[in-house]
């Protein structure tokens, strides 16, 4: 068995996966829970940013200007998105959201592979970032524990907007039935752009994080996507704790899974998603 | 010979108690009825009886086997069809494939990947013999959700009744029906049932009365009164809750 | 019998394309055509669960190379005849088929898809990773099958023109068992489930148990698919099992009109020489274009050649008279 700085180790990484996770899957549940669209497009927001990110710090040279100007650029491409072609579909058939989703996560990935090439490339990051800080007796990398703090302070954030805001009693309320929403002459559209778009931010933030943290390649919408589907299948569709508590899940699994079971810490996540599903069929979380 | 036989059924949605402590009986080849003001808990009692809500109690006989905990399918195989109060057929199938997939439920092969359809010649005359029962034989290539509403009432009565049912559980068969297609609706159900038991839940009392054999009557989930329909129409307690009602 | 001239037709050009191949056009042709017959069969399966069943699978690329896998490993490692092959194929993805059904069938419509989404994500990754299926880099040199008819006569099917008419002939047999399934018993049930599946269950189906039965067969379908892709290529690779091939196979079905079995037929056949034109002119940019059509396809017509057709019979139809608002 391992000693207690690895499994220390292993629980901070863990959760530092987790809180990126939030990130990610948060955008796509919730865009589920109000207009029920699956965006298989979503993992492509976080490549995009990834690879905004990387260029802005190349051009700029600085990583908060990537950090803070990727995910508004990857927003500003998401609400266009959202309004030329998700718009007209809202109602139908989900398939066709899901069919469009994918064909549009196929356009972003071969723009990307147009735009910067099919390398894997690594978001530099500050100096100070670098390097290891000491906690309970562990060396943790220091820019680990900065993607940990700050992707759980924004999904704080996001969560204090949901709970206590006017705005997010409005999204609370479209969670639980939309059309009630609107019956109260509230503008959804503008609901839905608003959540596309926060969604699309938050995948394009973390995109950057993960990119510096791990590498930026042509496969990472496809490695987001699939895991943010795994969360919010573990934790339950449009519920926004579900989306916490399914990363929590999920990450603990990929660190412990990549320590106790090397060659086998991919197949952790799945063993761990069929054994939820056979338990609870629809997810950990009820609840909107 | 009693077909079916609830004892203590109990159910609850929340702290709402919509079913208390119910005992009921139908005797086979009899129409029996429950009747009720809306919110009795009357369809509340079909979903208990045909699988479609588990118990919180009590025991549900059927042909003195416990059915209670088998799926809705399996329950249906064992000869208990039911209606739904909001038709419930296949909106896009014609009339006739729709008694057809109910005709064939209950036949050896029904689930064959290679046997064509049309081979299980049983499943396609007991179908037409239904549509003929009650009426729809000349409009057996209609696509169901083109029909009238009193006709879609009746095919979905076809479609139980091609199952080859031991018992009949309708649930409001005549509701949102004129009084013409209502009174051709009543007569239909006596017909029927001179070959299967039926089961009616209704809440218009006046409408049953007639036809029943036995009444139950049920109010907040509990049963306040049992026996012909004579004894029950002279019940006080029966008429305090159907007047309270009006 | 309005459709069986153009069916003739069609059989009648498909059985006359390899006399003109390597003189009057490329033989590159037939490769496409054996393509299009190994998608033909995936789609064939894909169209029984989703079109019939209501299911709506986004991982059948998991079947589909988990065939071509099985076919593959059997040419390579037990023997060249590509019977045996095929019957790994169709015994290894029925296995599998069990497996993720019985896991998957729980759930419906979004749930489904993600379901088996994440299924398929978790055989690419497996083969991926797995040493003796070649890993990422696949398994090159797979020799080339045979054929052997009535216990002798080995035929090889190394050549092209051979092997297209054994493509030819198992998507033809494939489409014939799919029209069978679908005009069973079972297959009516499918559709009474896709219309009303709780009206369905109080009629006494299983409801679970025909949809395990019909992603079974569905499965199978894609693994021949691939086991006939596979044989052909002479090597296997993880992209068989790529979430792209599921989202094709989507498209195609969609684009063609799911439920028809012909349909995502045609849908297969116009995408495959859809993607080959647009390669060839558009060289890397290809992927990009092919993407943006697909969003014009669905942004344009939801439902499909089927629907765009639809629509030309209502306006031809409406034309006379005042054309409603």
Known sequence: MASPEVLLTNLLYGLTIASALV?????????????????????????????????????????????????????????????????????????YQLFLTFALSLVFSNLVLLVWGGDTVSIPTPSYLRGFVSIFGIAYPTFRLFVLVFSACLAAALWLFIGRSAWGAVLRAGLHNMEMVEAFGINTRALVTAVFAVGAGLAAVAGVVMGAMRSVNPEMDLDLITSALVVVVIGGLGSFRGAVIGSLILGTAESFGAQLLPGLAKFVVWIVMAAILLWRPEGLVKDA | MTLLRLSGLRKAFGSLQVIEDLDLTVEAGRITSVIGPNGAGKTTLFNLITGRLPLDGGR?????????????????????????????????????????????????????????????????????????????????????????????????????????PELLLLDEPTSGMSAVETGRTMTLIGEIARRVTVLIIEHDMDLVMGLSHRVAVMAFGKKIAEGSPAEVARDPEVRRVYLGDL | MRRALPAALVLLVLLALPIGAGSLYSDFYLSLAIRVFAFVILLLGFDLLAGYGGLISFGHAMFFGTGAYAAALTLKHLTPSVWAALAVAVVVSAALAL????????????????????????????????????????????????????????????????????????????????????????????????????????????????????????????????????????????????????????????????????????????????????????????LLVMGLIYVACVLFSPTGFAGIARRLGALRDAAPAERAP
């Open chain 3, 99 to 286: 497996v993720v059904g019985f896991l998957s069938i729980r759930a419906r419509e979004i749930y489904f898809v993600f379901l088996t989404f994440a299924f398929a994500q978790f055989a690419y990754h497996a083969v991926n990773s797995w040493e003796w299926a070649g890993a990422a880099n696949g398994l090159p040199g797979i020799p080339p099958p045979s054929l052997w008819i009535a216990g002798r006569l080995p035929v090889d099917l190394d050549r092209r023109a051979v092997f297209y008419y054994f493509a030819l002939a198992l998507a033809g047999a494939a489409f014939l068992v799919a029209r069978r399934i679908v005009g069973s018993a079972f297959g009516r049930v499918l559709v009474g489930i896709r219309e009303n599946e709780e009206r369905a269950r109080f009629l006494g189906y299983d409801v679970t148990r025909c949809l395990r039965r019909a992603f079974l067969i569905s499965g199978v379908f894609a693994g021949v698919g691939g086991a006939v892709l596979a044989s052909f290529h002479g090597f296997v690779a993880p992209t068989f099992y790529h979430w792209s091939v599921s989202g094709e196979v989507l498209l195609m079905a969609l684009l063609g009109g799911m439920g028809t079995l012909v349909g995502p037929m045609a849908g297969a056949a116009f995408v495959i020489v859809l993607g080959d034109i647009l390669s060839s002119w558009l060289a890397e940019r290809w």
């Open chain 2, 60 to 164: 549900i006989l059927f042909k003195e086997r416990p059915i209670a905990g088998l799926s809705p399918d399996a329950i249906a195989r064992l000869g208990l069809a039911r209606s739904f109060q909001i038709t419930n057929v296949f909106p896009a199938l014609t009339v006739l494939e729709n008694v057809r997939l109910a005709a064939q439920a209950r036949q050896p092969g029904a689930l064959s990947p290679w046997r064509p359809a049309e081979r299980l010649v049983e499943a396609t005359t007991s179908a037409q013999a239904a549509l003929a029962q009650v009426g729809l034989g000349a409009l057996r290539d209609r696509v169901a959700h083109t029909l009238s509403h009193g006709d879609q009432r009746h095919l979905e009565i076809a479609m139980t009744l091609a199952t080859g």
């Open chain 1, 23 to 95: 990130l990610i899957s948060s955008g796509l549940s919730l865009i589920f829970g109000i207009v029920g669209v699956v965006n298989f497009a979503h993992g492509s927001f976080g490549m995009l940013g990834a690879y905004l990110g990387f260029s802005l710090v190349m051009a700029t040279g600085s990583f908060w200007a990537a950090l803070l100007l990727a995910p508004l650029i990857v927003t500003a491409g998401a609400i266009v998105m959202e309004r030329l072609t998700l718009r007209p579909l809202y109602g139908l058939n989900p398939l």
